[in-house]
């Protein structure tokens, strides 16, 4: 159940992606659940997550779990990390917090599409450096991708080209890895590439979480 300072909005029809990216936007901290998922907390203003949920788990799940039923508001970070302790149905547990960028390389990966596809179809990509697969659910031709991408700048056509698979899918890991910071733009200074997916979020429309409309997430 949601705690104190917190509201309840509808989430039907939003995917994780698009659900995170109105979080980052409206800078509010949200804490919601995904179908077989312990309950999941974002924060964006200090860009971190906390869940007992593994990312393994989210990663692996079924197209139509990703795909929230409602979404809790949080006043603050602390309030949201309370309802996920809450959910736990644990009053004792220590809950575990993650960067909040890993949440989003797993949501681009398994949510990604026309946007990302538009915006990293074009241009020419390098990795300097790999993201950490220690800690963040992959596939194996993304780990051949990284190898590719760190000798040197390719499009998400040769990307895909080179271990069979669809340029589509090159361009939504290109996206992921932009999520990490880590992707570099040939032609572009280091560190820069498209302008950050942060950025660009909060510099959408901040009203999507707040004032009359706020439960309309259609």
Request: glycine residues 12%.
């Amino acid at each position: 159940m949601p705690g104190r300072g917190t509201i309840v909005l509808d989430a039907m029809g939003c995917d994780l992606l698009t659900l995170l990216r109105r979080s980052r936007a409206a800078s509010q901290v949200i804490v919601f659940r995904l179908d077989g998922i312990p309950a999941i907390c974002a924060a964006p203003l200090n860009e971190t997550c906390y869940t007992l949920a593994s990312l393994q788990a989210v990663y692996d799940s079924p197209d139509d779990a990703l795909v929230p039923g409602y979404v809790t508001v949080a006043q603050n970070s602390y309030y949201g990390r309370t309802a996920v302790q809450g959910g736990a149905g644990r009053h004792i547990v220590t809950i575990p917090d993650l960067p909040l960028k890993h949440l989003f390389w797993v949501a681009v990966l398994r949510c990604g599409g026309s946007e990302e596809i538009a915006r990293y179809g074009e241009g020419a990509f390098s990795l300097p450096v790999r993201p950490d697969f220690a800690s963040l659910p992959h596939a194996r031709h993304h780990i051949a991708w990284c190898g590719l991408l760190g000798r040197k700048a390719m499009t998400a056509v040769a990307l895909g080209a080179a271990t069979g698979h669809d340029a589509g899918e090159a361009a939504i890991f290109l996206a992921a890895c932009d999520e990490l910071g880590l992707l570099q733009r040939k032609g572009l200074p280091a560190g820069l590439t498209l302008g950050s997916s942060a950025d660009r979020d909060r510099m959408s429309d901040r009203a999507m979480l707040s004032g009359p409309g706020a439960s309309s997430w259609g």
